[in-house]
């Protein structure tokens, strides 16, 4: 068969608020070249939705100077629309060299049901480690990013702010430091539930008290941030993990932020801690998420399971409207 001839589906934004799935050709393998060798076809299993990021994409709110820096490795258009995005795909091999065959896979690949993509941009799914799991790989990266960024460690009090996925496994890695006390803060009180699973307690924003060593934000809103500032004690560090797009939120650094002399940093997947940057590329951090997935209580962040098909009427509402979600994949099978 021609490769050339071979179809794909991809799912795009094509509009504010609007998907569309898309047919389109898979690229030619690299034929005869030395190289050939080095392409895998992959056929998806699940990919994840970024709920926060995938959120602003699909309302056109990527601001115009951070567009280049917000590509995906193989995104395909442009901000704001139309754009095939995404990046957390997991697939197997089903075509390339003799021992990749059959592989799972995790890659940072828009959602698709069938791709190529050069075997170095593949990473290896552990033994065992359930697809859906594994599909979490980016999220938990960013959150061992703002774990190595805030210096979190044994004994440590941690409030994090935000129960959202991100939040979530912040609160689940920060809790298996010997000794920490650490607190999730949400305003819906069924993420207690998740928090007492990952080893952590639980408050409701009015609950909280001001005596943290550290806190991290992920809620994304200008209320989250502003109770994360509360919470934190002399000297302490905030994290901030959210990323707002376009949007200017308020952020109250009178009262006693300065007589605390508070320190507010912003922590990003896309540029990796300075105290790690020089040991730890990318492909390091990737295997370190995938290994510290390894954990079958995270299982419960999956809280949507949308078929393929499905997805362009099934993820706006998800994405924008007062149903509340979590983890979302997006199912090939």
């Keep these: 068969m021609d490769d050339r001839s071979e179809m794909s589906r991809q799912l795009w934004c094509a509009g ?7 047919r389109a050709p898979l690229p030619a393998r690299a034929g005869d070249s030395d190289d050939a060798g080095e392409t895998l076809t992959i056929r998806a299993l699940v990919s994840a939705v970024s709920r926060g990021t995938e959120r602003l994409v699909l309302d056109g709110a990527v601001p115009a100077g951070e567009r280049g820096r917000m590509r995906a490795p193989f995104q395909n258009g442009d901000f704001p629309f139309p754009v095939h995005y995404g990046y957390q795909s997991v697939g197997v ?11 799972t896979i995790f890659a940072l690949f828009p959602h698709q049901d069938r791709y190529r993509l050069p075997l170095a941009a593949a990473m290896p799914v552990p033994e065992g480690l359930p697809p859906a799991r594994a599909a979490l790989a980016a999220n938990m ?4 990013n703002a774990v190595w960024d805030s210096g979190a460690g044994p004994g440590d009090r941690i409030t ?13 890695l920060t809790a298996r430091l010997p000794g920490a006390e650490v607190t999730l803060v949400d305003v819906n009180p069924a993420r207690e539930g998740l928090a007492r699973a990952f080893g952590a307690a639980f408050a409701m924003p009015d609950a909280i008290g001001d005596d943290a060593d550290l806190v991290f934000h992920t809620s994304a809103s200008a209320a989250g941030l502003a109770t994360a500032l509360s919470a934190a004690a002399f000297e302490a560090k905030v994290v901030e993990v959210s990323w707002f797009g376009g949007h200017a939120p308020a952020v109250p ?3 006693a932020f300065h007589s605390r002399r508070l320190q507010l940093i912003g922590s990003q997947v896309g540029c990796v801690s300075p105290s790690r940057r020089p040991r730890w590329p990318h492909a390091r951090r990737l295997a370190k998420a995938l290994a510290l997935l390894d954990d079958a ?13 499905e997805a362009p009427h099934r993820l706006p509402p998800l994405l924008t409207g007062g149903e509340d979600a979590l983890a979302i994949l997006l199912d090939y099978r």
Excluded: M
């Excluded at 091999?93 to 592989?103: K, L, Q, S, T, Y």
């Excluded at 702010?161 to 979530?168: A, Y």
């Excluded at 209580?297 to 098909?309: E, G, P």
């Design 141 to 144: 990266e960013t959150a061992l």
């Design 160 to 172: 994090i702010v935000g129960g959202g996925v991100v939040g979530l496994l912040l609160t689940a």
């Design 16 to 22: 504010p608020g609007r998907y569309e799935l898309r």
């Design 253 to 255: 650094l009178g009262e």
């Design 93 to 103: 091999v089903e075509d390339g060299p003799a021992d990749w065959i059959g592989r």
């Design 297 to 309: 209580r995270l299982d419960q962040l999956v809280s949507h399971v949308v078929a393929f098909d």
